[in-house]
Nanobody, 121 residues
Framework: VQLQASGGGLVQAGGSLRLSCTAS????????MGWFRQAPGKEREFVAA????????NYADAVKGRFTVSRDDAKSTAYLQMNSVKPEDTAVYYC???????????????WGRGTQVTVSS
């Protein structure tokens, strides 16, 4: 499976942004999809994920209540709706595919190129 993330950009604190992750090469309904982020000088961290059926979602505590993950398998696309963004959300955001634990980056077998999100204060 090949993944392509998009939708990043510059946004003011308190604003919103929607990231997209489009898949190709394998039916998207057969794997879980997750979002991670990596800020300069920090390790990649889990942000949110949605399971293959779309029924189960997981969120990092730092984004609960502000971010929403969803998927549209008809479009082979997963989304990360980011609301009430904060400067500490600034990072490169990556989407990935896994058939196992969604919070462990090591289980992911495919990653999209990152998309930069910058939140200004």
């Amino acid at each position: 499976v090949q993944l392509q993330a998009s939708g990043g950009g510059l946004v003011q604190a308190g604003g919103s942004l929607r990231l997209s992750c489009t898949a190709s090469g394998r039916a998207s309904s057969t794997y879980n999809m997750g979002w991670f982020r990596q800020a300069p000088g920090k390790e990649r961290e889990f942000v949110a994920a949605i399971n293959w059926s779309g029924w189960i979602t997981n969120y990092a505590d730092a984004v609960k209540g502000r971010f929403t993950v969803s998927r549209d398998d008809a479009k082979s696309t997963a989304y990360l709706q980011m609301n009430s963004v904060k400067p500490e959300d600034t990072a490169v955001y990556y989407c990935g595919a896994t058939s196992a634990s969604v919070v462990n980056a090591k289980t992911y077998y495919a990653w999209g190129r990152g998309t930069q999100v910058t939140v200004s204060s």
